[in-house]
């Protein structure tokens, strides 16, 4: 089975005029409008690198030329594959599907994409919530979170760890939303998690974590949690399909790996501009705003920061 997880630095990524241009040429006319519709340019940015993993994923993986890729939404705006090309392997039966995923939040952008079974991936950043304090964000979000996961975050130290346990809790339970294609209306204390009893570093990937769906564990479920910086936390839940079943998928799965940090080179080496050259995007770039720094890292509702 295939694996693959991505990510794309979108704070640091300054683009040149040249980049900006090319970005937008080799993305469908209808995202390109979209992303010229941003208020400001970090959401612009992280929204690109959204449809440029997509389509590098698409083309390199699923081996569909990048001039033939076409991307529509779900109603709930999730990104999907519109009639897929059937491929099949050198002994002609048809290999398993694929599912992928994306994330935005903080200053990455990430894909994970798995073969044979259901993905979903979430990333959060870990920072002090808007206009609140801590323990009165924490009262916000009380009903987001069981009785025992809230003893873990609240137990968990000084508050930038309490928080990062927050986070790390939000990223599992969307992560695992994500990959069943449930919107706003599932309770989110129907599913509990159990955290691995490991520390969290970078460069390593956890798969101990247990989620207990309705109270009973979940054996069918595996999530995987990384870093990808000290403040950028990663979620990926993978669940088999209806076709698949637990008792394949699990054996079927390659090992854990970490996300691979793509340059803006590689994101576009597989890259066919589908429109013409249009300075007018680059002219619209220039004049986005760059968010307040307080605007950019968090949210002032009743809602952690939201990753797409």
Not at 130 to 152: C, D, K, L, N
Request: aromatic share 10%; with cysteine.
């Amino acid at each position: 089975m295939g694996s693959v997880r991505w990510a794309f630095l979108c704070g640091s990524w300054r683009p040149s005029r040249s980049e900006w241009i090319l970005a937008n040429r080799c993305i469908q006319r209808e995202e390109r409008d979209r992303i010229g519709q941003f208020v400001f340019a970090k959401d612009a940015k992280s929204a690109m690198a959204g449809r440029l993993l997509l389509r590098r994923f698409v083309c390199e993986r699923m081996g569909i030329p990048w001039s033939e890729i076409r991307l529509e939404r779900s109603p709930r705006g999730k990104p999907y594959l519109a009639a897929p090309l059937k491929v099949r392997s050198d002994s002609g039966t048809e290999p398993p599907s694929w599912s992928f995923n994306l994330s935005h939040q903080g200053d990455y952008a990430v894909l994970a994409a798995e073969q044979g079974g259901q993905v979903g991936v979430d990333i959060m950043k870990n920072t002090m919530p808007g206009t609140s304090s801590v323990p009165e964000f924490f009262r916000i979000m009380t009903r987001q979170f069981t009785a025992y996961e809230w003893s873990v975050i609240q137990s968990a130290g000084s508050e930038h760890l309490q928080l990062a346990a927050f986070y790390r809790h939000w990223a599992l339970k969307e992560s695992f939303i994500k990959a069943i294609g449930t919107g706003l209306g599932f309770n989110l204390q129907r599913v509990e998690f159990h955290l691995a009893p490991e520390q969290l570093t970078q460069k390593h990937v956890l798969r101990q974590t247990k989620m207990h769906l309705d109270e009973e564990e979940e054996e069918d479920w595996i999530f995987e949690e990384s870093l990808l910086d000290a403040d950028h936390h990663v979620a990926v839940a993978l669940g088999p399909t209806d076709k698949t079943g637990s008792e394949l998928f699990r054996p079927s799965l390659p090992p854990a790996s970490s996300f691979a940090l793509l340059s803006f080179s590689e994101l576009t080496a597989s890259a066919s501009p589908l429109t013409e050259e249009d300075p007018a995007c680059w002219d619209s770039f220039e004049m986005k705003a760059e968010a307040p720094q307080r605007q950019r890292d968090t949210h002032t509702s009743e809602q952690p920061p939201v990753s797409r």
